[in-house]
Nanobody, 128 residues
């Protein structure tokens, strides 16, 4: 049974940093495109950052470019989202997701409906 679990969320002041982790059981993250999404209250879930299989192409939403970094740790079967210079607008529940239909893809996937495995989410709150 495939399970994705996010961790690392919390309360941070504006300008602060957090690192989110996505771990998996029953699934090798490195073999598939992985995405980080977020959903703020009253808003749709949006793609924040995505990465192709292995350690290839990366996507960043314009709102996070230069502040967030997505990376893989293949040895530990994890995907990270390093978030720096956080802003109140980054407050949301953050989800990691895997596209199990795109084994070995060299391309990242941004479309939310392409992802079929999702974690339960981790809350990130940026507030003074």
């Amino acid at each position: 049974q495939v399970q994705l679990v996010e961790s690392g969320g919390g309360l941070v002041q504006p300008g602060g940093s957090l690192r989110l982790s996505c771990t998996a059981s029953g699934f090798t993250l490195d073999d598939y495109p992985i995405g980080w999404f977020r959903q703020a209250p009253g808003k749709e879930r949006e793609a924040v950052s995505c990465i192709s299989s292995s350690d290839g192409a990366r996507y960043y939403a314009d709102s996070v470019k230069g502040r967030f970094t997505i990376s893989r740790d293949c040895a530990n079967n994890e995907v990270y989202l390093e978030m720096m210079n956080l802003e109140p607008e980054d407050t949301a529940v953050y989800y990691c997701a895997a596209d199990s239909h795109s084994y070995g893809s060299y391309w990242y996937v941004v479309r939310r409906d392409a992802y079929d495995y999702w974690g339960q989410g981790t809350q990130v709150t940026v507030s003074s």
